[in-house]
């Protein structure tokens, strides 16, 4: 019955989209009617509000949807979703005071003259305010406006455009920052810790260990990781659509003609380029520049877009008078003034200590004050002429409300798909498909890319995503990084902006077009690019490295990146070291031998005994270099035999241990409903016989496992073991092999350093025999610091370590007796 009232939530979810029910409202009335339903008929026919879930009921249902609504607004570690209006309020007041305009008009002037400028022009404004504004639907309106007709009036083809128009606005989409893209890092944050999660149990049962290896853990997803992992497929996806207009320009001539510049290339026209080209890469370089520098979060990277946006429209609002960049002038100042101040001054109050300290925290409070200053004047600007700000703040809480409405009731649709049993029929027939993760995650790709044609990327992101993202990142053999699957869906949801029929980009562009483009152009005109899309997206996944890069780099240049452990680059480097050592083995071997001629007489035998160790390992290595290749050469041959058996039998047992977590369940139900004497005996003998099956199909899956299964896996384990305590015998050896020697070349080369304070010795006796008793153990302290900054002098430290304690123990004895008896012997 569960699946029959999963269909009905699906039903009721596709009737209220298609039929223009509002997407805030439709997501979360479809959970609520169909939980519903699905109560008042368990209560009816079976007499239990939750006989018709799978998981719960419909109390369970509204403690996760308040759980979900307290995550949402409540939690203070998920605060990635504070970015989004920070966001939208930027790209509103760019699109408000008329920046995007100013910028259109300039790069048609500069690239018009090209094959194909206007439409190069178009792409490249497209990048520029997707990576200012992010908001496709002013983006898409704007260039409509104001590109659109002058492509037509220059003959250009009308479907190649509109294809142009509707392609670069979506940009916003992909190119950071991006809505959503928070809002997929948001979904694959809970995603990521739900597979993490799964992977552990699943080692436990697995290998009986409780502790999972780093290595197989899943890492989540941050907004700012998001944002560096989608910029350089961004930049792909502009150099394609660039690269396809300059094609069709040159192949087609008629399609996209040259436009000459009727003006003067003067210094007047590359003035007013610079003013409407700068702000906006300013603006880029200090939101992305930022997060990518470590400066400020993604959050703190929204406010500086936010603060930037109304500072550049409060001089384009006041264009043609005087005093227009003076807002502008005086926080850029104040801001370069606070940076040079923090190179020269401790801008910290608390580590104030002198005056010249103070001196340059008052430098900074007037800087500070002028910044502040000079927001508020662009403020003031924004809030007088035409109302700016307030229509910009309006339109903020509209956009801002109507996204976290949806991601509520997406919370709440989400929750009761999981209660009657959705996801675990999605992993079910995933994990049954024949290929592994690359198989299902090609057939997600696919259902995400056809629900493009009807749903909005805000549904599919919020809905779709936190069903199929934790099934297909729990995939021990997915080897995937959370941020790179973001992406790629990201890339793909850019699609359903021009998938017809219900492109919003194509309906965006619609309403601002020409009576003489028609809708079949402006249909062929995008197919176009949904083409070099989906070319991108493919792109993207034959090479994850475009992704992981700039996040890789972010957490490695990080102050809080941790130290670089990676087995498998180790064991990349120990076999290029082994072949090095092939070539030159002859060279090394010559290399120990000689040093063992070395005379070591004159140091202590201690030394001369580590020495020699030392010697000896270097000699061992060649050994265990042999005694690896034997144990990896003994495991690449049974590996091939092996692995298909491997997979087969671990697939057999995935799906035993659901079957048995699902018995478990049925068994305490049953448990339950044998205690309240009012349930019919029909729906306990149901739960008997459905036990009675799940047990009878899991001794089926049991029996397909091979006879020689723990045979062959004891083996393989046997040899795996071998090789890794090969290697472990080798790194061990090679590190105690070299300890000595390091060692020996530091003491080498502080010797003269050492000797340099013997003279610190004699007036360190003058100071315990003529000075306090405190004074003299300050003294002996300072001496000790400095020899114990140098190599093997715990021994000349414990000297002075019991000479201190004898000072600061024994501060009545004479002086010239005890203390100078004791630090004569000492210096002798």
């Known amino acids: 019955m569960e699946l029959y009232f999963l269909v009905l939530l699906i039903a009721i979810m596709v009737f209220a989209l298609t039929s223009g029910f509002p997407v805030a409202f439709a997501l979360p009335g479809s959970a609520i009617a169909t939980i519903a339903i699905a109560a008042f008929c368990g209560w009816i026919f079976e007499g239990n509000v939750d006989a018709y879930f799978v998981l719960g009921g419909p109390n369970q249902w509204l403690s996760a949807g308040v759980t979900n609504y307290r995550s949402l607004y409540w939690e203070v570690e998920r605060d990635t979703l504070i970015a989004i ?91 950071p920052p991006s809505i959503v893209l928070i809002i997929l890092a948001d979904q694959l944050s ?77 210094h007047k026209f590359f003035t007013q380029v610079l003013l409407a080209l700068v702000p906006p890469l300013a603006l880029i370089f200090m939101v992305l520049g930022s997060i990518i520098l470590g400066v400020a979060t993604v959050n703190q990277a929204g406010a500086i877009g936010a603060i930037g946006a109304m500072i550049m429209g409060s001089y384009r609002l006041m264009e043609g008078k005087p005093r227009a960049y003076y807002p502008a002038i005086l926080s850029i100042g104040s801001i370069i003034v606070i940076v040079i101040l923090l190179s020269l001054f401790d801008l910290n109050i608390k580590n104030i200590k002198s005056g010249y300290d103070a001196f340059g925290i008052g430098l900074a409070c007037i800087a500070v004050a002028v910044l502040i200053g000079a927001i508020g004047w662009a403020a003031w600007r924004a809030f007088s002429i035409d109302d700016t700000l307030r229509g910009v703040m309006l339109d903020t809480a509209k956009t801002t409300s109507m996204v976290f409405i949806i991601l509520l009731g997406a919370a709440m649709l989400t929750s009761a798909f999981r209660g009657f049993g959705g996801e ?52 021990p053999s997915a080897n995937v990084t959370a941020v790179w699957f973001g992406v790629m869906v990201g890339l793909n949801i850019q699609t359903s902006f021009l998938t017809p029929p219900f492109g919003f980009s194509l309906f965006y562009l619609r309403g601002v077009a020409p009576k003489g483009v028609t809708t079949v152009q402006i249909y062929k005109g995008a197919a176009a690019f949904i083409v070099l899309q989906l070319a991108g997206l493919a792109i993207a996944g034959a090479f994850p490295g475009l992704v992981n890069y700039l996040p890789n780099k972010m957490h490695l240049i990080s102050e809080t990146a941790p130290p670089p452990s990676n087995p498998k680059l180790q064991e990349c480097l120990e076999d290029y070291l082994f072949a090095d050592y092939d070539n030159n083995w002859a060279t090394i071997e010559a290399g120990i031998e000689h040093i063992k001629t070395a005379n070591l007489a004159y140091l202590p035998e201690e030394y001369q005994e580590r020495l020699n160790e030392s010697y000896q390992r270097a000699d061992d290595a060649f050994m265990l270099i042999d005694a690896i290749r034997t144990d990896a050469r003994n ?93 472990q015998k080798y790194r061990q050896n090679v590190d105690e092999s070299y300890e000595m020697i390091v060692t020996m070349r530091s003491m080498i080369a502080e010797a003269e350093t050492l000797a340099g304070l013997k003279g610190k010795f004699a007036p360190l006796v003058d100071i315990i025999n003529r000075q306090s008793p405190a004074e003299g153990l300050e003294a002996i302290k300072a001496l000790e610091q400095e020899i114990n900054s140098l190599t093997e002098t715990h021994r000349i430290n414990a000297k002075l370590s019991r000479q201190a304690h004898f000072t600061g123990r024994f501060p009545g004895h004479g002086k010239s007796d005890y203390r100078g008896n004791s630090c004569r012997g000492f210096v002798g």
């Open 85 to 175: 209006p920070l966001f939208i309020f930027m790209g509103i007041m760019l699109q408000r005071s008329k920046i995007a305009e100013d910028l259109l008009v300039a790069m048609a002037q500069l690239f018009g003259p090209i094959p194909g400028g206007l439409g190069i022009s178009v792409v490249f404004v497209g990048a520029l305010l997707a990576a200012t504004t992010g908001i496709v639907g002013a983006t898409v309106i704007a260039m409509g406006l104001i590109s659109l007709p002058a492509m037509l009036r220059n003959n250009y083809s009308n479907s190649l455009a509109c294809g142009t128009i509707c392609a670069s606005g979506t940009l916003g989409q992909i190119i």
């Open 190 to 266: 809970s995603a990521a810790d739900q597979a993490a999660t799964t992977r552990k149990a699943e080692y436990k049962e697995a290998t009986g260990e409780f502790s999972m290896p780093g290595d197989f853990d899943v890492v989540t997803a941050s907004a700012g990781d998001m944002f560096m992992g989608a910029f350089i497929p961004g930049m792909i996806l502009v150099g394609l659509y660039m690269l396809y207009i300059l094609i069709s320009a040159l192949i087609k001539p008629e399609n996209a003609p040259p436009v000459s510049f009727e003006g003067k290339y003067d």
């Open 635 to 727: 495991l690449d041959e049974y590996s091939p035999g092996y692995r298909p058996m491997h997979v087969q039998v671990r697939r057999i047992q995935r799906q035993v241990r659901k079957l048995e977590r699902r018995i478990e369940e049925l068994e305490q139900d049953l448990q339950r409903l044998s205690a309240d004497e009012s349930v019919a005996e029909k729906r306990i003998q149901k739960i008997k016989n459905r036990i009675t099956d799940l047990k009878a199909e899991q001794d089926a899956l049991a029996a397909n496992i091979p006879d020689n299964w723990q045979d062959a896996h004891a083996e393989f384990k046997k040899l795996a073991q071998a090789e890794k305590r090969s290697r």
């Open 424 to 475: 675990e029929l999605v992993k079910e027939h995933l994990t049954s498909l024949p290929g592994g993760f690359w198989t299902q995650f090609i057939v997600v790709m696919a259902v995400i890319f056809l629900l493009g044609f009807f749903l909005d990327f805000l549904e599919i992101a919020v809905v779709v995503v936190p069903i199929v993202a934790p099934i297909l990142l729990a995939d």
